[in-house]
C-alpha cells in the first residue's frame, strides 16, 4: 500500500498528558500536510512542510502544538498538556509540489478525558 | 473570505441522481475540490476542476463551476449505497502561495435502497 499512514489510529488520553502522531507521506510527495477535524465539521489546516521545512502555521496551532518534518519524510504531530478541546480526528495530507491534489491519511482520532 | 458553505444532509433514492451544492466566496480560489468520507475513515479525493473551466466529467461524477455566482456542484448519477458518506467541498488559494485547503462542513448523503 503506497498511501498515506497515519500512528496511531486511536489514542486516549487524560488531560494534562503528551501526545504524539506520526505521518508517513506517499514517498514521493514533497508536500505534507496537517488538518485537524471535530465532529460536524470539515477538516481546519494546521501546517504544512515542504521538505522538512514548516512554511505555514495556522493560528489554530497553539503554542501547546508541535509539528516537526526532520528528514523531509514522516512527520510527527506533538500536543503537549492535552485539553478536552483538544479531542478530534488529526488528518495529515501529502502532495508534490507540482500537484494540485492532497491525498489524505485515515487520520488519528484523539480522545482526552 | 474562506466561508465555504454545504448544506447538511441530501437522501436519494438509489438509482437516481444526486446533485451537492457548494458555495464558497472567494473568488481568487483557482482549484475546487470534491472529497468524499466515509465512517471513521480519511477523505478520498474524488475529482477537482480548475477555476477557469465551467464542468468536468468522470464517469459517474460531474463537477459544475458557476465563477459568477460562486457556486460549485456534484452530481452523482446513477446513485448507489456505496455512495453513502459525507461530500466535502474544498478551495484553494493561489494567491498567497499557501497551498492549504479550505473546507465546507459536508453534506451527508443517505441513499435510500
Known amino acids: 500500500d503506497t498511501g498515506v499512514s497515519q500512528d496511531p489510529r486511536h489514542k486516549i488520553t487524560k488531560r494534562g498528558q503528551n501526545v504524539t502522531f506520526r505521518c508517513d507521506p506517499i514517498?514521493?510527495?514533497?508536500?505534507l500536510y496537517w488538518y485537524r477535524q471535530t465532529l460536524g465539521q470539515g477538516p481546519e489546516f494546521l501546517t504544512y512542510f515542504q521538505n522538512e521545512a514548516q512554511l505555514e502555521k495556522s493560528r489554530l496551532l497553539s503554542d501547546r502544538f508541535s509539528a516537526e518534518r526532520p528528514k523531509g519524510s514522516f512527520s510527527t504531530l506533538e500536543i503537549q498538556r492535552t485539553e478536552q478541546g483538544d479531542s478530534a480526528m488529526y488528518l495529515c495530507?501529502?502532495?508534490?509540489?507540482?500537484?494540485?491534489?492532497?491525498?489524505f491519511g485515515p487520520g488519528t482520532r484523539l480522545t482526552v478525558t | 473570505g474562506e466561508d465555504v458553505e454545504q448544506s447538511l444532509f441530501l437522501s436519494v433514492r438509489e438509482g437516481d441522481s444526486s446533485v451537492i451544492n457548494c458555495t464558497y466566496t472567494d473568488s481568487s480560489s483557482t482549484y475546487l475540490y470534491w472529497y468524499k468520507q466515509e465512517p471513521g475513515a480519511g477523505l478520498q479525493l474524488l475529482t477537482y476542476i480548475f477555476s477557469n473551466m465551467d464542468m468536468k466529467q468522470d464517469q459517474r461524477l460531474t463537477v459544475l463551476l458557476n465563477k459568477k455566482d460562486k457556486h460549485l456542484s456534484l452530481r452523482i448519477a446513477d446513485t448507489q449505497t456505496g455512495d453513502s458518506a459525507i461530500y466535502f467541498c474544498?478551495?484553494?488559494?493561489?494567491?498567497?502561495?499557501?497551498?492549504?485547503?479550505?473546507f465546507g462542513t459536508g453534506t451527508r448523503l443517505t441513499v435510500i435502497p
Open positions: 495530507a501529502s502532495s508534490q509540489i507540482s500537484d494540485y491534489e492532497q491525498y
Open positions: 514517498s514521493e510527495h514533497n508536500r
Open positions: 474544498a478551495e484553494k488559494f493561489h494567491q498567497t502561495g499557501a497551498n492549504n485547503l479550505f
